[in-house]
T-cell receptor, first 113, second 114 residues
């Protein structure tokens, strides 16, 4: 596809369950970012991947959050033992390199009951 | 530590009037600065960026922004607002080295009134 694709678009789950969010970046984009956007707030940086380099995990809020990316392909963000405060829209973005414009997906709206 | 501030939650402007959406930042070194727009029920879209060079940057949909190093600002402007410009605008900053982390502002909702 032409843009960044995220799935699922919506996810409702019970507190304590694990969730996995997926991001398909634009082909050829080496940089990939995950952000969290709580209702009425700005984007909160979570993690950055650049090619095969070690990711920048400095934004992950707790050890319940983890993400993977193999090379320049799909990335998954996993949240273990979800809590109600994890409810948010999770956005993925990719760019050609780290100082180029980011192209955002439509996000996954996560609701924890 | 790097930070960005968008002091106005909402800006109202009449159609045809000039608009300004404010952004100030704090970062070590020369910053990378971006503006993004989020239309209702759509994802964020890139508007313009400043990395280096001319302080006045022109972007999509007739928007421009001026990098002012002394005031640490990067305000978004448009000479004549359209109703279709109504959206949520985000300023973002990154330090030029040592991190790949982008800091986004809390957003400014622009309402252009017909």
């Amino acid at each position: 596809g032409a843009g960044v694709s995220q799935s699922p678009s919506n996810k409702v789950t019970e507190k304590g369950k694990d969730v996995e969010l997926r991001c398909d970046p634009i082909s050829g984009h080496t940089a990939l970012y995950w952000y969290r956007q709580r209702l009425g707030q700005g984007l909160e940086f979570l993690i950055y991947f650049q090619g095969n380099s070690a990711p920048d995990k400095s934004g992950l809020p707790s050890d319940r959050f983890s993400a993977e990316r193999t090379g320049e392909s799909v990335s998954t963000l996993t949240i273990q033992r979800t809590q109600q405060e994890d409810s948010a829209v999770y956005l993925c973005a990719s760019s050609r390199t780290d100082n180029q414009p980011q192209h955002f997906g439509d996000g996954t709206r996560l609701s924890i009951l | 530590a790097q930070s960005v501030a968008q002091p106005e939650d909402q800006v109202n402007v009449a159609e045809g009037n000039p608009l300004t959406v404010k952004c100030t930042y704090s970062v070590s070194g020369n910053p990378y600065l971006f503006w993004y727009v989020q239309y209702p029920n759509r994802g964020l879209q890139f508007l313009l960026k400043y990395i280096t060079g001319d302080n006045l940057v022109k972007g999509s949909y007739g928007f421009e922004a001026e990098f002012n190093k002394s005031q640490t600002s990067f305000h978004l402007k448009k000479p004549s607002a359209l109703v279709s410009d109504s959206a949520l605008y985000f300023c973002a900053v990154r330090a030029p080295s040592g991190t790949y982390k982008y800091i986004f502002g809390t957003g400014t909702r622009l309402k252009v009134l017909a």
